[in-house]
Nanobody, 115 residues
Framework: QVQLVESGGGLVQAGGSLRLSCVAS????????MGWYRQAPGKQRELVAR???????YYADSVKGRFTISRDNAKNAVYLQMSSLKPEDTAVYYC?????????WGQGTQVTVSI
């Protein structure tokens, strides 16, 4: 069974840091474009960061300079290092993997940033 499993979410104070992890099973992530999305209550899901197979990255303006996406194909994983967290970063964060065959989503992990 092909699946993505996220971990690392939690409650953190504003200004703090968290590292999200997404590990795949049943498939190799090396051929996928990997992304982290988030969805806050009452809002649409939005792209936070993306990393291509080449390693080229993209960040939403709202997280540039604070978040870093990385991948470790040997561990079949992608990470999102989040620093200088703000209350507006509070959301469920989802891992996404896309290639020509599949579009995979994890179950999400809650990130809550308190004032």
């Amino acid at each position: 069974q092909v699946q993505l499993v996220e971990s690392g979410g939690g409650l953190v104070q504003a200004g703090g840091s968290l590292r999200l992890s997404c590990v795949a099973s049943g498939t190799s992530l090396s051929s996928y474009v990997m992304g982290w999305y988030r969805q806050a209550p009452g809002k649409q899901r939005e792209l936070v960061a993306r990393i291509r197979t080449s390693g080229i990255t993209y960040y939403a303006d709202s997280v540039k300079g604070r978040f870093t996406i990385s991948r470790d194909n040997a561990k079949n994983a992608v990470y999102l290092q989040m620093s200088s967290l703000k209350p507006e970063d509070t959301a469920v964060y989802y891992c996404n993997a896309q290639n020509v065959i599949r579009d995979l989503w994890g179950q999400g992990t809650q990130v809550t940033v308190s004032i």
